[in-house]
């Protein structure tokens, strides 16, 4: 036990005020972790899209003040009651989706959408009790996806933490905790390419460069990357990225000049921009017989796809991801293992580095569109 288990913690924090207003370093008081629940001391962070669309605030709820941030490594301070699993000093990924290992998905081998702890963007309190564990003056200030991370401690379900070989280095490997995994497991768990194979990436984000090292890993001999910004061309070359189409440069649809580039179309193929088109194209573009495109972009809300039926009829299989199929606590400590193991390359992902007093220019860079993942250390 620690000389703070059970007692209330004065620390940092980032805190958002206001939708697409800079972020405001305050000291917060973080509560004890209730049943189920465990407090952790973030050592690393790094910004995801997903942070800066709910802070932007255009369309969804609204939830202001909120403590953003879900990529993440720490380690356990303590634990509340009936957590058997985790312990004080365990080395941890929080993840803003959960495995309760209770529920029909978590007892089924096939999905990851866990029916308790399934992300819930609206909710910024922990289940428990409909509160939250951080405040300022005894005001309330919201978490976000269950991980608030953009503190040097938080409160997360113990059904959200993956608890990591200690020896791996959790500057590097916070970044698995979203963006990385649902890019390589698109790839490696549900697109499953073979040796040799040609497999077409669409959108060469952190997401896409992800499932285009999942591609590398597997074998493919032919990675094609298709983004419309021709910047994304050279660094994609670092992520085994062999072949580029930019669609602005040709007058007819992608999937045909695709389709003619592999005389017939590409064994697998993966979506991550999130824009519809994309979408359609990334199936049409898939050979017949065994083709298989992966749906990993989130489209717009009225968003509907749209082909035609003999595309299905013609053996082709179109199936979609959430956080690359992984079971956050059961798998990802393997994904850790496979970058200690040298077979997983991680640090190419990281492009920046910042202090936490400097956690505003992490979104600069990304709003920017000049970062992969900027990492930001928690005792900066
Ligand atoms: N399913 C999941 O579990 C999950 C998890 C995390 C992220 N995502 C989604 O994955 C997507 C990608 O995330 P990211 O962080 O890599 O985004 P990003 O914005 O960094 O990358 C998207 C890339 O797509 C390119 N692009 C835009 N329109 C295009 C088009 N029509 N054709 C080809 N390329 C195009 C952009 O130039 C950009 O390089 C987002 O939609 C994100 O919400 C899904
Ligand atoms: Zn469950
Ligand atoms: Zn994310």
Request: with cysteine.
């Amino acid at each position: 036990m620690s000389s703070t288990t059970g007692k209330v913690i004065k620390c940092r924090a980032a805190v958002a005020w206001e939708a697409g207003k800079p972020l405001v370093i305050e000291e917060v008081e973080v509560a004890p972790p209730q049943a189920m629940e465990v407090r952790l001391k973030i050592l690393y962070t790094a910004l995801c899209h997903t942070d800066v669309f709910f802070w932007e605030a255009k369309g969804q709820n609204p939830l202001f003040p909120r403590i953003f941030g879900h990529e993440a490594g720490g380690i356990v301070e303590s634990v509340g009651e009936g957590v058997t699993d985790l312990a004080p000093g365990d080395h941890v990924l929080p993840v803003f989706t959960g495995e309760c290992k209770e529920c029909a998905h978590c007892l089924s081998e096939e999905s990851n959408m866990c029916d308790l702890l399934r992300i819930n963007t609206d909710r910024g309190v922990m289940i428990n009790d409909g509160k939250s564990r951080f405040s300022i003056n005894g005001k309330p200030i919201y978490h976000f996806v269950g991980t608030s991370t953009f503190s040097e401690y938080t409160v997360v379900h113990s059904g959200c933490v993956a608890k990591i070989n200690p020896l791996a280095p959790l500057n590097v490997v916070c970044i698995l905790s979203c963006g990385i995994s649902t890019g390589l497991g698109a790839t490696l768990n549900v697109a499953k390419p073979t040796k040799g194979s040609t497999v077409a990436v669409f959108g060469l984000g952190a997401v896409g460069l992800a499932a285009a090292e999942g591609a590398r890993i597997a074998g493919a001999s032919r990675i094609i990357g298709v983004d419309l910004n021709p910047k994304r061309f050279h660094e994609a070359k670092k992520f085994g990225v062999n072949e580029f189409v930019n669609p602005k440069d040709y007058n007819k649809p992608v999937q045909e000049v695709i389709s003619e580039m592999t005389n017939g179309g590409v064994d697998r193929s993966i979506e991550c921009v999130g824009n519809i088109d994309a979408m359609i194209s990334a199936f049409e573009c898939v050979r017949d017989g065994w083709g298989v495109a992966v749906l990993v972009g989130v489209p717009y809300k009225d968003a509907t796809f749209k082909t035609h039926p003999v595309n299905f009829l013609n053996e082709r299989t179109l199936k979609g991801t959430f956080f690359g199929n992984y079971k956050p606590r059961s798998d990802l400590p393997a994904v850790v293992e496979m970058y200690m193991n040298k077979e997983l390359e991680l640090e190419k992902f990281i492009t920046h580095e910042v202090p936490f007093s400097e956690i505003n220019k992490a979104f600069d860079y990304m709003l920017q569109g000049d970062s992969l993942r900027c990492v930001i250390r928690m005792d900066g």
